[in-house]
């Protein structure tokens, strides 16, 4: 019996989704975030804070992830982390997508990061928490095929948010 195309489409979307990224909690982009007027005043659009929030601690209060397109380019943006109790910065990386490790530091999940750069070129930054902050660890310089090999390994987007396995 000759099967259609889209039986075998449901069968290969069922599988993918079962992949386990065992280092990997989850990811976000600046798709994920939110616009937070809160701060009383009218800003520029593009000025507008942007914001998600996710425990990276499992303390049970999330902390705020928070981005401005002011602080973004097409290739990335700048996020500040802030304690979700405390409110306090507790640190900032760069990227244009974030990965949460399983691996944690001081009771926090550490980050991983891909920053486009121009010209086919590209930087993965691995930041761990210490002392009350995130602090980069180490970083690698991504070019040509290394670029598209880099996401072969990763957690697809639409994973985006979502607790992977």
Not at 51 to 62: A, Q, Y
Request: include cysteine; aromatic fraction near 12%.
């Amino acid at each position: 019996m000759l099967r259609s195309t889209t039986h075998y489409l449901v069968i290969l979307l069922f599988l993918l989704s079962t992949i386990s990224y065992p280092q990997y909690r989850t990811l976000f982009t600046s798709r994920s975030t939110q616009p937070d007027y809160s701060g009383g005043k009218q800003l520029e659009e593009n000025k507008v804070p942007r914001n998600l929030k996710l425990d990276l601690n499992k303390d049970g209060s999330p902390e705020i992830i928070e981005t401005s397109y002011g602080n973004c380019s097409s290739n990335g943006c700048l996020w500040q982390i802030k304690d979700g109790k405390t409110q306090k910065n507790i640190g900032q990386v760069k990227g244009e997508t974030v990965y949460v490790l399983k691996n944690k530091s001081d009771g926090f999940n550490d980050l991983e990061t891909f920053w486009k750069l121009g010209g086919g070129k590209a930087t993965v930054y691995f930041y761990s928490y210490s002392k009350g902050t995130y602090k980069e660890v180490k970083n690698k310089n991504l070019s040509g095929d290394q670029i598209p090999k880099y996401f072969e390994k990763k957690p697809p987007f639409t994973k985006e948010l979502k607790e992977l396995n």
